[in-house]
């Protein structure tokens, strides 16, 4: 069974720094590009940033470039999404997901997600 | 950079068939897919590959996309598809969500 684990969350002030770890398992993760995308309380979904399977290709958000970092390990199994200078607008739930990257790509798994929020 | 738009909600009731669109240019050229979101919970894949159903996804769910816009159709609609359900599309090396579209059951 996919299972994709978020963990990291939590109160931060604004200008600090969180990061934010996806712990997968239940498939190979090597082979997978992942993502993270996430939602502000009561707004729609917003994509983050990709990273492709062997870490060679990453690609980021407008809103998030410079600020944000995508990074994962495939010994651990593990995603994670470095973020500083974080602002009030940064504050939502933030899921990992992986893609199936092909012909068309989509996200076929999301974590349940952990919430950020970003206030003073 | 490219957009997608969605209506905020739509309504139907029990039985029915509901309509979600979702407009972007020349989206028919690309992919579409569609994630449902009930409330409180991550969202699931519902559609891929404009027309594919995601494993578990019953037979009512379907989708089309030609030329601007992508539509997904819930045929027979039942009390338990009520939620929100955004598109997606890839485009220049980023991922583009809709909007969001909140499906009432009345």
């Known amino acids: 069974e996919v299972q994709l684990v978020e963990s990291g969350g939590g109160l931060v002030q604004p200008g600090g720094s969180l990061r934010l770890s996806c712990a997968a398992s239940g498939f190979t993760f090597s082979s997978y590009s992942m993502n993270w995308v996430r939602q502000a309380p009561g707004k729609g979904l917003e994509w983050v940033a990709y990273v492709s399977s062997s870490a060679n290709t990453i690609y980021y958000g407008d809103s998030m470039k410079g600020r944000f970092t995508i990074s994962r390990d495939n010994v651990k199994n593990s995603l994670y999404l470095q973020m500083n200078s974080l602002r009030a607008e940064d504050t939502g739930v933030y899921y990992c997901?992986?893609?199936?990257?092909?012909?068309?790509?989509?996200?076929?798994?999301w974590g349940q997600g952990t919430l950020v929020t970003v206030s003073s | 950079s490219y957009e997608l738009t969605q209506p905020p909600s739509v309504s139907v009731s029990p039985g029915q068939t509901a309509t979600i669109t979702c407009s972007g240019e020349?989206?028919?050229?690309?992919?579409a897919c569609w994630y449902q979101q009930k409330a409180g919970q991550s969202p699931v894949l519902v559609i891929y590959?404009?027309?594919k159903r995601h494993s578990g996804i019953p037979e009512r769910f379907s989708g089309s996309n030609s030329g601007n816009t992508a539509t997904l159709t819930i045929s027979g609609t039942q009390a338990m598809d009520e939620a929100d359900y955004y598109c997606?599309?890839?485009?220049?090396?980023?991922?583009?969500f809709g909007g969001g579209t909140k499906l009432t059951v009345l």
């Open positions: 590959q404009d027309n």
């Open positions: 997901a992986r893609e199936i990257v092909g012909a068309t790509d989509y996200f076929d798994y």
């Open positions: 997606q599309a890839w485009d220049s090396s980023a991922m583009v």
């Open positions: 020349k989206l028919g050229d690309k992919y």
